[in-house]
T-cell receptor
Framework: DADVTQTPRNRITKTGKRIMLECSQTKGHDRMYWYRQDPGLGLRLIYYSFDVKDINKGEISDGYSVSRQAQAKFSLSLESAIPNQTALYFC?????????????????FGPGTRLTVL | DAKTTQPPSMDCAEGRAANLPCNHSTISGNEYVYWYRQIHSQGPQYIIHGLKNNETNEMASLIITEDRKSSTLILPHATLRDTAVYYCIVRVARLGGFQKLVFGTGTRLLVSP
């Protein structure tokens, strides 16, 4: 989805290096997410943010940190990269809405960053 | 969230309709059915979602059975670019709070010329 962009798209780095992955969105959504995907393991949630003042850990936040610089920007940092952080990383956004008394919160994903840690 | 069951793979000829089934027999009354797809190594793409009624958008149609225990995603005229893994996901329509988006193993759809 072109409304959600991620940079860089590919990155190769060495063990111990600090890495930042960036996500920007033009959808005007308040909620943003970072996921990683490993072969055979599906998507796992790293961090999520409901607005610029709200940051929450996901299921695998150890070794990662995030920064929500603005409504449109959500960055993921690997403080000291290790090889098992080699994965595909996806950013997503959502904007909950009410319809007929029920709430929907559809997530829209960016194109991903392929990170390799040597 | 209710568990979903999908066939691991399906084939479809280009130009024909692709009908992807999903069983969610334990679905609750306040749970939506969502469909996403993922083309190899790209970001998951939202397709459609529904609660009770059938839904249609520019990408696909979603048919939900009357008892809501199963649904079918229909791609009316499949193209080679529709080759992807398709995920059926059931999520609670919860007001406020957060619920994780859980992708199962999905159905790998192969569209052939």
């Amino acid at each position: 989805d072109a409304d959600v962009t991620q940079t860089p798209r590919n990155r190769i780095t060495k063990t111990g290096k600090r890495i930042m992955l960036e996500c920007s969105q033009t959808k005007g959504h308040d909620r943003m997410y970072w996921y990683r995907q490993d072969p055979g393991l599906g998507l796992r949630l790293i961090y999520y943010s409901f607005d610029v003042k709200d940051i929450n850990k996901g299921e695998i936040s150890d070794g990662y940190s995030v920064s929500r610089q603005a409504q449109a920007k959500f960055s993921l940092s690997l403080e000291s990269a290790i090889p098992n952080q080699t994965a595909l990383y996806f950013c997503a956004t959502s904007d909950p809405s009410l319809s007929g008394g029920f709430s929907t919160d559809t997530q829209y994903f960016g194109p991903g960053t392929r990170l390799t840690v040597l | 969230d209710a568990k979903t069951t999908q066939p691991p793979s399906m084939d479809c000829a280009e130009g024909r309709a692709a009908n992807l089934p999903c069983n969610h027999s334990t679905i609750s009354g306040n749970e939506y059915v969502y469909w996403y797809r993922q083309i190899h190594s790209q970001g998951p793409q939202y397709i459609i979602h529904g609660l009770k009624n059938n839904e249609t958008n520019e990408m696909a149609s979603l048919i939900i059975t009357e008892d809501r225990k199963s649904s079918t995603l229909i791609l009316p005229h499949a193209t080679l670019r529709d080759t992807a893994v398709y995920y059926c996901i059931v999520r609670v329509a919860r007001l406020g709070g957060f619920q994780k988006l859980v992708f199962g193993t999905g159905t790998r759809l192969l569209v052939s010329p």
